[in-house]
């Protein structure tokens, strides 16, 4: 066990910190901040994803014939505290960098890989991801969204729900139903669709925070070539249950513990800057202890993230191990969310641009959003059920 | 970077686990008779006690985390308190003691001669060592010292006292004039937790530990402690774990295992989640002991704190999943929930731990925030 970095790692962290420096706007996240409105912030993530990718900084562990730096695992998580450390913007292509890529890169075609990886690490295509259903959420395998068969040429009916960044994307990967008499995991493919192609109209649906993150995505008579698909037809619940390990995965939750670990400290800057009757907010005993609880359950995430990256590095597959990465993640996080609404005390309820708001009121958006964690990919109650019987062996 | 134990010390773990297995009074249901004296000898022959020894004093000179699963494995295994206290001073003596120290003790910490019980609280004072009363003076060392584990074991008592003004730890010989030992009437009898009185009791040549002044050494035993203790907390949820969820594969009820049972498998998905979280914590603080980085006290709180809780919610969580079995004497779940309760409250509980996180946190904050300004 060693925490410490090797020279060659060092190296990797200060050719990034000295490309940081110059890349970021000046007065970053103290005068500058990102764009208020959706769209405009969307805009802007895709500017820093794009700026990233020019400079190199883009799928730094992704084979470099594919558009990759070919960087180790330990360098990923190098990136990823670098980026913390300077608060860096989150990137719109999380979907393609976390799960299309990944999943291309162990099941594609060379022809699928040479075409798409480039373009989803240089942003040029965003993607976003066909799975659940109004019918088919936890239970996944129950998807009906039909591709039928024709020539050189699948057509695609049906309807996605839940489709995150669909109006911003150029490519979605989704499950569908390729064999309706097979028992319902062995009838499904997992096909790559041109989000352009004809047929494909897309709603908006608001969630609980009033963003528009997410949409219903409808599939009407839609042509996919039979070279888009992922793997064998009928293969597709395997190929799709890999590109959920990798949405519960070590990377994706290095990358949001940033984000929380950069809320936390400035829920603690509030408390020390706010009055609370005649001492500060951060005197409180309470305060305290709900705090430090945050700080710690926060470092796990890291630690977590950290030893499970390990694990792959000694040769450990991947596995029901992202459930546990997941589960905890999720549930810490809005635990420190719930932290910060009772930390703030009565002016809680109070949000951005109110002037009485506590902190900025910055704090009302991100618990509202805290409330997603523990649905999306995969509802805790079903990362409990995968702990339970594959990881445990408990019986079904 | 790797977060990964080597096979060496994954067996070392297997190791002491197999050898504490042998010993089935250790985890007998009744509390009162389950200490086993032999079993010291047994972790000494093994060569425990020589393993954070350097080899210039007839030791192996391993770290911490070389030692982590082997500590634990003595969680696990209910091993009596005295090895986990032993390792902990050996720890303070190779870092902070003077060469002196090193050469008379360490040569007998190795061969399992030396045994070293840590007299650190005390009656009316919280957890904090900074507030002892214990004091060493001309006449020698006097106050009273609580829930010392194995203290009526042990062949040397380091004691958190009051010397010259400042805190440091101070060895007292247990058969010294003017130490009495006293057993407590407690919730875990296999821990030997004794009341400890020092009255004027007399002190060995180079009795303080280290130089007057020279700092660290009882920051370092609370931070080795904390860890110690955290890291034989999560031996003992990571068996509590295995014991629920085998119980809920076999024990059938509505013609099922409960296991099947949503209620059931969920609860030991979430303690899985909650060991696999606490071992994260306590692995990581064992490195930060084993090469003394800055974050060293924080990581050693958080891991305390964390697994702490961690430990008691498992340990309760599987009680409740042996219903009415696990409410018996017989079954001897009982002997986890008391020794568990015994860990959390060594060397500062959750509370305490997460309050020491604070102020180290905030410390970083404003040194960054300095750096930033400057």
Same mark, same amino acid.
């Given at each position: ?38 769209? %405009? *912030? $969307?805009? !802007?993530?895709? =500017?820093?994803? +794009?700026?990233?990718?020019?400079? @190199?900084?883009?799928? #730094? ?13 330990? %360098? *990923? $998580?190098? !990136?990823?505290? =670098?980026?913390? +450390?300077?608060?860096?913007?989150? @990137?719109?292509?999380? #979907? ?13 075609? %060379? ?286 | ?25 250790l985890t007998t249901p009744d509390p009162?008779?389950a ?43 209910l ?109 875990d009898?296999s ?45 003992m ?94 079954l001897g779940l009982h002997r986890f929930l008391r020794r ?35």
């Amino acid at each position: 066990m060693d925490f410490s970095y090797s020279p060659q790692e060092e190296r990797f962290r200060a050719e990034l910190r000295a490309w940081l420096a110059d890349a970021l706007p000046r007065g970053w996240g103290e005068t500058v901040f990102e764009p208020e409105d959706e769209d %405009e *912030r $969307a805009m !802007f993530r895709l =500017e820093w994803e +794009r700026k990233l990718h020019s400079g @190199g900084w883009s799928g #730094i562990n992704w084979p470099v014939e594919y558009g990759g730096r070919g960087a180790t695992l330990v %360098e *990923r $998580a190098i !990136f990823a505290e =670098e980026m913390a +450390r300077v608060g860096a913007p989150e @990137g719109l292509n999380i #979907i393609g960098h976390n799960l299309a890529g990944p999943t291309i890169l162990l099941f594609g075609t %060379e022809e699928q890989k040479k075409y798409f990886l480039p373009r989803i690490l240089s942003s040029e295509d965003v993607w976003c991801q066909g799975f659940s259903e109004p019918n088919a959420g936890s239970d996944l395998a129950s998807v009906r969204t039909r591709a039928e068969r024709r020539g050189d040429k699948f057509i695609v009916n049906g309807q996605k729900i839940w489709t995150s960044f669909a109006q911003y994307s150029q490519w979605c990967f989704a499950l569908v139903r390729t064999d309706p008499d097979a028992p319902k995991h062995k009838g499904l493919s997992f096909l790559l669709i041109d989000m352009k192609s004809p047929g494909i109209s897309i709603r908006p649906l608001r969630q609980i925070s009033g963003e528009c993150e997410f949409n219903e995505t409808f599939f009407d008579d839609v042509e996919v070539p039979v070279e888009n698909i992922v793997g064998d037809i009928n293969d597709g619940w395997r190929i799709a249950m890999t590109t959920l390990a990798y949405e519960r995965g070590p990377e994706d939750a290095l990358g949001r513990q940033i984000r929380f670990s950069q809320e936390l400290e400035k829920l603690i800057g509030t408390t020390a800057a706010t009055r609370r009757g005649d001492a500060m907010l951060i005197d409180d005993p309470i305060v305290r202890q709900k705090l430090a609880r945050a700080v710690t359950e926060v470092e796990v995430m890291r630690l977590n993230a950290v030893r499970t990256f390990s694990k792959y590095l000694n040769g450990d597959d991947r596995g029901p191990d992202a459930s546990i990465i997941k589960l905890y993640w999720s549930h810490a996080a809005q635990n420190m969310y719930e932290a910060a609404m009772d930390i703030l005390g009565p002016t809680a309820p109070i949000a951005a641009p109110d002037p009485l708001s506590t902190g900025g009121g910055r704090f009302q958006l991100s618990y509202l959003q805290s409330k997603a964690f523990t649905i999306y990919s995969g509802s805790s109650e079903i990362q409990r059920n995968i702990i339970g019987e594959r990881m445990l062996g408990l019986p079904r | 970077m790797n977060f990964g134990f080597n096979e060496e010390q994954k067996s070392l773990g297997e190791t002491v686990a197999a050898l504490l297995a042998d010993f089935p009074a250790l985890t007998t249901p009744d509390p009162a008779e389950a200490r086993d004296p032999a079993v010291w000898r047994a972790l000494a022959d093994l060569g425990l006690f020589a393993l954070l020894v350097p080899e210039a004093h007839g030791g192996v000179g391993l770290t911490l985390v070389d030692v982590a699963l082997a500590i634990e494995a003595l969680g696990a295994g209910l091993a009596p308190p005295i090895a986990a206290s032993t390792l902990i001073a050996t720890d303070i003596i190779v870092r902070e003691g003077t060469a002196q120290q090193q050469a008379s003790l360490l040569p007998r910490i190795a061969t399992g001669d030396l045994r070293i019980a840590l007299a650190v609280m005390e009656n009316g004072q919280g957890y904090d060592p900074g507030a002892v009363q214990t004091v060493m003076g001309g006449n020698g060392i006097t106050g009273s010292k609580i829930l010392v584990p194995d203290a009526d074991v042990a062949d040397l008592l380091l004691v958190v006292a009051r010397v010259d003004g400042r805190v440091g730890l101070v060895l007292v010989a247990h058969d010294a004039r003017g130490v009495s030992i006293r057993h407590h009437a407690d919730i875990d009898p296999s821990s030997g937790l004794c009341e400890v009185t020092l009255d004027g009791a007399a002190l060995m040549d180079g009795a303080v530990i280290g130089h007057a002044g020279s700092g660290d050494a009882v920051t370092r035993l609370m931070d080795a402690g904390a860890i110690v203790y955290a890291g034989m907390a999560m031996g003992m949820a990571g068996r509590m774990l295995d014991t629920a969820v085998d119980y809920a594969k076999t024990r059938v009820q509505f013609g099922q295992p409960i296991g099947a049972f949503q209620s059931i498998k969920h609860r030991c998905a979430d303690m899985a989640v909650a060991v696999e979280a606490g071992r994260s914590a306590a692995y990581y603080a064992f490195w930060t002991a084993a090469e003394n980085v800055p974050d060293r006290s924080r990581a050693a709180s958080m891991a305390k704190a964390y697994c702490g809780e961690v430990a008691r919610d498992v340990c309760n969580e599987t009680v409740q999943i042996h219903g009415g079995m696990g409410f018996t004497w017989e079954l001897g779940l009982h002997r986890f929930l008391r020794r568990t309760k015994v860990l959390e409250h060594g060397f500062g509980n959750h509370v305490w731990h997460y309050e020491r996180i604070m102020v180290e946190t905030l410390a970083v904050q404003s040194a960054v925030e300095a750096a930033r300004a400057a």
